[in-house]
T-cell receptor, first 114, second 111 residues
């Protein structure tokens, strides 16, 4: 079974703090994704990566950056957290760089910025 | 990105009633995936449809892909409380490598 893990289930940070969210997958998947999920807005893609050190902006990249130094690990960085970044953050991975492959999601990190 | 509309946003049903959610696109799709997210959980892949007019079944769930490949539906027969959750479609068209998720339909089943 594919396993996608995220470093924290719940996180509380202060405005202006730098925040790191970590995601690890154990099935050698090429693709990794970061989404945020807000009520009524569904899943919105922040960034994705199709290979080590490669990254592409999704639909809402502003205020975020990412890092993929190893194939199994994809980090989301909030350089200076703001209250409007309070949300559920979901990491996902898929086998190949194609829309025809299912995505496996991690359990999510609920981030609160105060 | 790809525009996709999913309706309804919420659906309340009595246990035993049927349920349908729809996913509509203005452009022709190459494939559509369906996911289920239980309350407090994360999305889990259910199925993928690729062919025009395709119909797939998983027990009480029936998935259809429209003939024009612009819409899809997920139908649940005789809902149970275990069906509670949010159902998402994820679509891709043309040469896109990344699917776009709909906003989801939240199903509430009353016992």
């Amino acid at each position: 079974d594919v396993k996608v893990t995220q470093s924290s289930r719940y996180l509380v940070k202060r405005t202006g703090e730098k925040v790191f969210l970590e995601c690890v997958q154990d099935m050698d998947h090429e693709n990794m994704f970061w989404y945020r999920q807000d009520p009524g807005l569904g899943l919105r893609l922040i960034y994705f990566s199709y290979d080590v050190k490669m990254k592409e902006k999704g639909d809402i990249p502003e205020g975020y950056s990412v890092s993929r130094e190893k194939k199994e690990r994809f980090s989301l960085i909030l350089e200076s957290a703001s209250t409007n970044q309070t949300s559920m953050y979901l990491c996902a991975s898929s086998l190949f760089f194609s829309a025809h492959y299912e995505q496996y999601f991690g359990p999510g990190t609920r981030l609160t910025v105060t | 990105g790809q525009q996709v509309m999913q309706i309804p946003q919420y659906q309340h049903v009595q246990e035993g009633e049927d349920f349908t959610t729809y996913c509509n696109s203005s452009t022709t799709l190459s494939n559509i995936q369906w996911y289920k997210q239980r309350p407090g959980g994360h999305p889990v892949f259910l199925i993928q449809l690729v062919k025009s007019g395709e119909v797939k079944k998983q027990k009480r769930l029936t998935f259809q892909f429209g003939e024009a490949k612009k819409n899809s539906s997920l139908h649940i027969t005789a809902t149970q409380t275990t069906d509670v959750g949010t159902y998402f479609c994820a679509v891709a068209s043309g040469g896109s490598y990344i699917p776009t998720f709909g906003r989801g339909t939240s199903l509430i089943v009353h016992p």
